[in-house]
Structures are given as C-alpha cells and as structure tokens.
C-alpha cells in the first residue's frame, strides 16, 4: 500500500474512533449524559413498578389470614388523629424506601414489596366483590399514590447508582456522593407530602358519608398539581447538579 493512502487511512479511522467522544462533548457532558440514563431508569423502574400492580392485583388470591392482618393494622391506624395516621403512614413507607435504598437488596424489595402490596389489594377486592384490578385503579385517581409509588422507583435506582459509584472507584464516589445523598432526603420529603395527602384522604373518605367521602379526596389533586410541579422542578434540578469528575467522557 502506498504510504499516503496509509496514512490517509490511519487518520480517518481515528477520527472515526473518536466519534463517539465527539458527539458526547458536541451534543451532551458526561454528566448530562448520566443525569439521562438516570432520569430513563426511574421512569422505567416505575412503569414497571405499576405493571407489577396490575398484573398481581388482577389475579386471584385466597389468603384470610394475610387480609385479617392487613385489616386490623389498618383499622389501628385509621381510628387515630390525622397527625398520628400521617406519622404512621409516613415511618412505615420511610422504611421501606430506605430498604428500597441498600444496594442489590433494594432490587429484590423493591420487587416483593410491590407484589405483597398488590396482592393485599387483590385481596380486599375480592372481599368487596370487585376485581383487584379496578380497586387499583381507583387508588390511582388519588394523588397520594402518584406521590408516593414514583419514590420506591426512586429509592432503587439510587441504590444502584450507588453500587456504580462504588465501581467506577473512591474519587468518583466522593464527587457523586452529595447528590446519592440529595437524592434520598429528595425522597424522604416527597414521602412526607405523599402521606400528609394520604392522611387527609382518609380522613375524609372516614369522616363524611357519601358522596363528599368520595369527592373530598378527589378535590386533593387542586393542591397536589402544584406540590407536583415544585417536586418536578426540584428532582430536575438534582438531577442536574453538576461534576466535575461526571464532566469527563466516560
């Protein structure tokens, strides 16, 4: 081969090798680029998350036992003030979303915790004598469930950025470590306003007969959407916060 053409061949394929860098520094930073993948895995992991509710909630369960224990825990926390039933709604999702949050074994909870859930509601459907599925769907037309089932997702996906940290070694963990924090308070507080809402649903769905016990927690979605917007713009922002070691091209 002629030594031009080499060489006119050696320089292409470098260039064409560093395309991929090129478009990275073009069109995105490394940390845009991982405030993406991060935003399309929450959202995935929650789709998922509600497809797991569907699917289990539809099926048919016969387990007494479980739905005795679900109702007088229930009724324990129902017959109490507001205040106490926001405290206990919100220790116990706190909890879970903080198992939710360990690395590897927030995966397998995130999954068991969803299908325990949906089963119960498959259960009190049955009970009811209405499908599963629709009794699901109406807890869906509440805001608290949209404010509270997005954070597990969350809560996991956290745990796995966490775990990537870790492997891309201590440098990188120390510089992504503010936000994996900022990511978790973030969830702690949307926990707080998804079971004040929770809370005050219930208060009306026990303290006023039909039809207000029905319409009343509906009429929450007039402060949820902008409790919705500021949380939006706040995980946006999180997301976004800048790196100087995610600045880098990968």
Same mark, same amino acid.
């Given at each position: ?26 069109? @995105? ?22 497809? =797991? ?35 206990? =709604? ?62 597990? *997702?969350?809560? !996991? ?42 809370? *005050? ?17 509906? !009429? @929450? ?17 999180? !997301?976004? @916060? ?9």
């Amino acid at each position: 081969m002629r030594p031009g053409l080499q060489h006119t061949l050696t320089d292409s394929a470098k260039r064409i090798n560093c395309i991929p860098d090129l478009v990275i520094k073009c069109f @995105m930073s490394h940390s845009e680029w991982m405030t993406r993948i991060l935003r399309n895995a929450i959202l995935l992991t929650f789709g998922v998350e509600l497809v =797991i509710y569907a699917i289990v909630s539809s099926m048919s369960f016969n387990n007494p036992a479980l739905l005795d224990s679900f109702r007088s825990q229930q009724t324990s926390i129902i017959s109490q003030s507001p205040l106490l039933i926001f405290f206990a =709604i919100f220790t116990h999702n706190l909890l879970v979303a903080t198992l939710d949050f360990i690395p590897a074994f927030g995966t397998f909870l995130f999954v068991q915790s969803a299908i325990s859930t949906a089963m119960i509601i498959s259960l009190q459907g049955t009970a009811a004598g209405v499908p599963g599925l629709a009794l699901f769907l109406t807890l869906l037309l509440l805001p608290h469930s949209w404010l509270e089932l997005p954070v597990y *997702a969350i809560s !996991m996906i956290g745990g796995i950025y966490l775990i990537y940290s870790l492997l891309k070694g201590k440098a990188f963990l120390r510089e992504n470590l503010t936000r994996t924090v900022y990511i978790y308070f973030f969830a702690v507080v949307q926990l707080a306003i998804a079971g004040a809402f929770e809370a *005050a649903e219930i208060y009306f769905e026990t303290s006023y007969s039909s039809p207000d016990n029905a319409i009343y927690p509906l !009429m @929450m979605w007039i402060p949820a959407v902008p409790v919705f917007y500021v949380l939006h713009r706040l995980f946006k922002q999180l !997301m976004a @916060m800048p790196s100087r070691l995610n600045d880098v091209p990968p």
